[in-house]
């Protein structure tokens, strides 16, 4: 009994040091994650906070002007009010049908837009002739205002969503475009004699080495494709529509309810600062290779 006690006992003792040997061992791995975690969402933090100085600023000095009497309350509501204004349309459950119809729009005029330009711009700058022959072409359609266009497209397709989508769509299309093909035209060109070596057909050259190295490009193109893409909605919301979030503030400005026309605008600010965001965060993910200069 004595023996199997004392070999139990140095059982126990040896799964106990390498326990404790284990822990040591992941001690010092942890410890950098933790640091670099902590650093990251502190960083996070403060620019959060550096990011919301001037808006806080701005909301204390607009709500004191107005207390003061400095400005209209007609045609700027205190900050104090537009919430309020933002309280009866939330409860009412109008701006979230709005919002919603707004969102839908945007979201098809985008992936119209977004994708011909992304695939356009592969296009153009992987061949040669695609260029000579699509590329003056989209450069001078590039150059045409779209509030010109607006109109045509009301009479072509009329008020419907079809004009609305594809007014969407084409201001979506260039930006994603030009960068597309500026960051597939930037590619270093040895690494295609590379490619040639290693016998990649078309389809590889493409997803393993033109788009890695023309993402930062892509991205900057989505992050502006996005930020004209709201642009084109508020455009084609104001020209003609019944329901959007472009309506909503064209109906408040007929009956002078200059409060929910803040509100209207504070939520395009809103959601599209939330999808720049997005995309930074995709940015953030996607290019972590990238050792360039963070400021």
């Known amino acids: 009994m004595s023996i199997r006690t004392d070999a139990a006992a140095s059982n126990v003792n040896i799964k106990q040091s390498t326990a404790a040997q284990e822990l040591d061992l992941q001690a010092p791995l942890e410890a950098p994650q933790k640091a670099g975690a902590k650093k990251y969402w502190g960083s996070k933090t403060r620019r959060f906070v550096w990011g919301s100085v001037l808006p806080a600023l701005v909301l204390v000095l607009w709500q004191i002007a107005s207390w003061q009497g400095w400005v209209s309350d007609l045609l700027f509501p205190s900050p104090i009010a537009i919430l309020k204004e933002f309280y009866t349309i939330v409860k009412s459950g109008d701006l979230f049908w709005h919002l919603k119809i707004s969102l839908q729009r945007a979201l098809i005029g985008f992936g119209l837009g977004g994708s011909a330009g992304l695939l356009l711009g592969l296009l153009v700058g992987m061949f040669k002739r695609a260029e000579d022959l699509l590329d003056p072409t989209i450069q001078m359609l590039r150059t045409v205002p779209l ?17 609305k989508d594809l007014l969407i769509a084409m201001g979506a299309f260039f930006p994603l475009y030009v960068n597309t093909f500026l960051g597939v035209r930037n590619v270093d060109a040895k690494l295609f004699e590379v490619a040639k070596v290693l016998e990649f057909n078309r389809y590889q050259q493409i997803t393993k080495l033109v788009l890695p190295s023309a993402l930062p490009n ?25 329901q959007g979030i472009g309506y909503m503030i064209q109906d408040a400005r007929s009956f002078m309810r200059t409060g929910v026309v803040f509100v209207g605008i504070a939520i395009f600010a809103f959601v599209g600062k939330l999808t720049d965001s997005l995309v930074r965060i995709l940015e953030n993910r996607l290019l972590r290779w990238q050792d360039s200069y963070k400021g």
């Open 218 to 242: 892509v991205l900057l193109g989505l992050r502006l494709s996005l930020s004209v893409a709201w642009l084109c909605l508020v455009v084609a919301e104001l020209m003609g529509s019944d």
């Open 147 to 163: 509030l010109a266009i607006t109109p045509l497209f009301i009479l072509w397709f009329g008020f419907g969503e079809l004009s």
